[in-house]
């Protein structure tokens, strides 16, 4: 393995872009034996503005198409942020001209379309990073580690919400987000996915569901909406486990408000993304009289990610759920290894969608949707 | 309107029929102008040990047979808080020789039951309260006031759940509250009965559910289990709105967690059972950067029930909601009218019943199924 | 021991007469075993009006004059609530009478006033009780059980606040709980003596205090003000723990907020008086990465008085404090024995007005000022 | 003004040195208008280990004597974070060398000391600043806001409080934080500075203490303990308000917990470190019924810094206090201004120990010290 820095081509320009750039940056210098990258192209919609970014995120330039930085040699890592629309062909492609992919979630606008997307990962050989971030949340993998050690016994139920309000405003103005040709759909894709992979990261596979979806303003400034403002539906697992999902962007007051209640067979966990440092946790036992759910501030050394940080007690932030996902990709690249179990894969990122998919399946048929999943190899 | 107390019996002398016999008593001395009672008849399984209950929770005497309470001229109201197979017969009886009737929920094991019980009271012409005591919680009747004077807009969304834990012990005896011809349904019907009322008190009629149920240990010491542990639904309201339920007896930590989160136009409530004391509020407005969820202390005077009470910051406990219900229904009584709007009638307690048996039919056929609602005029 | 009924005679019939005569109620009926009472005597300002208060709060009886309990031999204890300047003078003379005797706090206005009380108290060998109601809150007293078995180690540390806002208000008008004629002081021994009891009873002897008094509106409708209306203390305790206190009838959105964080060598200890129902605990130990705060919802059958009520999770409230202490003022009557350790009889009220004394005089002085406490054996 | 990276020299590679290094680079890429850097010189204890270290935090190269760092032209900034009694000497040398001054707080060791540093700086006519970081946090700022605004009134009364538990094991090894030699002081100095600073931010200057000290372990493996392990004292401030002060490295479960709650005549704010993305306030008004203390989620558009970093709901971390910090030093040695008002300046780092002098004397003597502060001018 060579100890060359990875080029990195980054598409998308906006927040996520931004916090993508940052945190390769950070890895790099925050994270011992991180490998070392080079911040070689930021892909926007045209040149000019592209190069103007380049400069401020901190890339040696810009270019206006994706294919500059397909057939670009000093290229390694293809990371894909932009609209959903723009997730399957460049990612593809990436994938085919033999680069490393991480892209956005969702990872496609419909299961056929992240389907594809894992198939050509697949097929090309490359290691592929679906970006569902709170994975990277402390948190969540103190969870998962619990989890998995028994700790809480057999999952039993989840309750799982991701509410946001900036849809509120009848009079906030339509964008890509809101439009089923460019998003593929709306609370559920861009909220929902992250609980459908967080509930298949910490209980296991989804394998039914019945849903609801909801659009309360079906026409906005610059367009109408035809995309779900909230999404409701209940979880069969695999495992045996039910849930509730509910995703919506017209929760008022709820900024970002990803909040997981997990019941084992044996003790309780609680999450909430406006309070990430924190873990809340029951089990049973200790002195008479002492039970209760405690909130555990995950900044001990003990604690997933903590140990690369601050002393106990000094947070982390949102940003740091990027840092810790590329470096963990950037790790599988060097390492040559699939970034499973604890990143998202391109399978991660297909399964995802085919929930989605079911959900608004379900939703159209008043059933109760099978989850079917298929498999490239 | 005669001056007489009122002849008061009560069938069932657990916790429950302590609650309400505590809560007879302090009605009329605590709360100004409540009707004037005598507990009489304390209605137990056999004679001697429903004689000395009655001794214990101060009522005149013990019978052994719900049906002495049925003929007494000198009982006025008749209480049933018995298993949910002593509701019907003995709420039907009373009201049918002209008591005033009052059932725990769920007012039938199932909606015939619940409907049978509703059209008795309602021919009988009587007054009939279905005991949905959380309707009298502050905070509850506060929310319900706030959504009723729009202060939150349109209800667009809520989430309702119920969880205690009181059979994650796969050791915890059975009971007749886990067998369906004694209870009808189990989380769903003991629990989530309750937050259908809420809903359909705070939000409006519920039209449609999907929902799935498990039962996770289908075997305990006593016997075998029938009944649901848990209950998952969504909920589709007739105004528009969406909402999930969810419902368990098997959530560890939770000892008696029922949860509301509403989401309207303008701004969001959300209420806890285990903080009854508090309901939290999302409002817009005020100086810039002010804006977030506050948590509103149920004590001041401008709130529901707390002139009747203490200093602000006192609080009010679990057993003040049957305070304040039944002298809600004694006034009723007293005045010749329903309880409705904020007293839940045998009408409510049927609708709710329904809701219920929706939510069966649509675990076991995987479909969303229609809430068609009956009358009985 | 005889199994007549104790006669009782309530002097106060505002809000704590209320509670008073709700809680010898709601004792006789809901506590097993609990002495039985009768609601002889409400002594009032006038006897027409208190006659009237007698009638509404389910007393035989009022009249206008204390000595008439004091001399009324079917009185057998005589319970003083009325404002400060009522406190000394009808409980020494109840004593004195043969009277078992609980008086509200402080026990007395000044130390002094508190040392005679006791004195009398103690000459007359009857039974007395300073209603220092919060130790009788079952988080409170499970605190206590557990600083006592060593569960958090060595008290180290405690901060005590006690925060209310009803004189925030400018305009509020004076009361005799402003005036020092008639109360002693103002939010020091109005709330500052709760957390100076619940400091002893928790973590031992205070012998030394340094602070700081002020009046921020010494003028209001209806007169001058001349006491605190907030008062900041350092306490050190004779155990070699040290401490804060703040008190505060000015602390805008604190209802009645009294806490307490108490830091042991091994663990530490919170509570909140607006969330009454609950313990804040941290006890390190368990799975790894699990540390942190837990809230007990005090309710389990393991927790103090919860088996006397309900099922876990349903709340208690304010007033069951009431119900606990006078309970246990009874039985301690009943028993012919003190009411210590777990109620605070005369001495401790009396040590608490010493340590309100020195904390007035360090106000004055500027200096650390030493507690001496005398003693009337 | 020009535009030349500003050269940094960084005293100190531990973990505040490692945060500096990351602020410098974040500040540099992430704050549009943000003065650019040039990581010089990193400064440790020998020349090889800060070799090494400078690798790693980004820097050009290591020295093992600050002094280099001194008499370095290239050396724009002097920013020490190195141990307390390595601040005085280095700072003073590097601003009579013309360098602009960061140094980590305390400023001294004692108050003498950190007059001398504030007199070096201001006599050399160079920008410095004492790295209160806390000032940065975007609820600090905002809290200040709201209060010079007048929307909580006129501050009456604050409880600070700042709790770590490192200390609680008895076996935790000695450091150079123990020793009065090298530290001035133990939890005081370490922990009630920030406290000190943050009080004089908000509410205003102290002119008088009272206090307490405690060392429960006063031997450790390594050497003995001459310093605090905790610190009680009350405030008294020159606009008329109280406070209590509450610092301790032996409280636990408190990993960080610095907390603020202040009341004003008109509204009152709440602060907790460890949910520092929030601000909790409590202002009357709003429809009725409504009051109570809100929870403010600092990542809104209208809230400090937080345009420069995510959506709503998205939080940021401790090191974004040295990001705003560093990136306000930056700008105000680009133009030639003092930090102040929203950064400490060493007159701040001064007036910090003086009372923290005060409070050693107040505990010493037994009686309110009065701060004298002095001045440079």
Redesign the interface.
Same mark, same amino acid.
């Given at each position: 393995m060579s100890d060359e820095p990875l080029g990195i081509a980054l598409l998308g320009a906006a927040?996520m872009g931004?916090?993508h750039?940052?945190a390769f940056?950070?890895a790099a210098? =925050?994270l011992?034996g991180s490998p070392s990258t080079r911040l070689e192209l930021l892909v926007g919609r045209d040149a000019a503005r592209a190069d103007e970014a380049a400069g401020?995120?901190?890339f040696a330039r810009g270019v206006g198409d994706w294919r500059a930085a397909v057939e670009d040699p000093a290229i390694a890592i293809f990371d894909d942020v932009g609209p959903n629309d723009l997730h399957a062909a460049p990612t593809i492609a990436a994938a085919r001209a033999g680069k490393h992919v991480i892209c956005e979630k969702p990872l496609g606008r419909t299961a056929d379309e992240a389907l594809e997307t894992w198939r050509a990962a697949h097929e090309a050989g490359v290691v592929h990073l679906c970006a569902f971030n709170y994975r990277f949340v402390p948190a969540i993998r103190?969870a998962r580690?619990?989890i998995a #050690?028994g700790?809480?016994g057999a999952v039993?139920?989840v309750?799982a919400?991701y &509410?946001?309000d900036?849809l509120?405003d009848p009079q906030a103005p339509t964008t890509w987000r809101l439009r089923r040709a460019s998003a593929g759909s709306g609370a559920l894709g861009d909220l929902g996915s992250h609980l459908i992979d967080l509930c298949r990261y910490l209980v296991g596979e989804i394998d039914?569901v019945?849903?609801?979806t909801?659009t309360?303003t079906p026409e906005r400034p610059g367009g109408p909406v035809d995309v779900d403002d909230?999404v409701?539906?209940?979880? /069969?697992f695999a495992g045996?486990?039910?849930?509730?999902l509910?995703a919506?962007r017209?929760?008022?007051?709820?900024? @970002?408000?990803l909040g997981l209640e997990i019941?084992? /067979?044996?003790?309780?966990i609680t999450f909430a993304?406006?309070? =990430? @440092?924190?873990?809340g946790?029951? &089990? +049973?036992?200790?002195?008479?009289? %002492?039970?209760?759910?405690? %909130?555990?501030?995950m900044?001990?050394p003990?604690?997933p990610f903590a140990p690369a940080w601050?002393? +106990?007690?000094?947070?982390?932030?949102?940003?740091?759920t990027f840092v810790h996902e590329l470096d963990h990709l950037l790790r599988a690249v060097r390492d040559g290894r699939s970034v499973r179990p604890h990143g998202a894969d391109f399978e991660d990122g297909y399964r995802a969608a085919e929930v989605c998919d079911a959900i608004l399946r #379900?939703a159209a048929s008043?059933? %109760?949707e099978p989850v079917a999943y298929r498999t490239v190899a």
């Open positions: 927040f931004r916090a750039a940052h940056r950070t210098t =925050m011992p401020q995120l901190g103190h580690d619990l #050690a700790t809480i039993r139920h309750d919400r &509410l946001q900036w509120v039914a019945a849903a609801q909801r309360f909230a409701s539906a209940t979880l /069969s045996g486990a039910s849930g509730t509910t919506s017209v929760a008022p007051g709820r900024r @970002n408000a019941h084992g /067979s044996e003790g309780s993304l406006e309070r =990430m @440092n924190e873990l946790l029951y &089990l +049973p036992g200790g002195p008479p009289g %002492t039970d209760g759910f405690r %909130t555990v501030l900044t001990d003990e604690h601050w002393p +106990p007690g000094h947070l982390l932030a949102w940003e740091h #379900a008043g059933r %109760t």
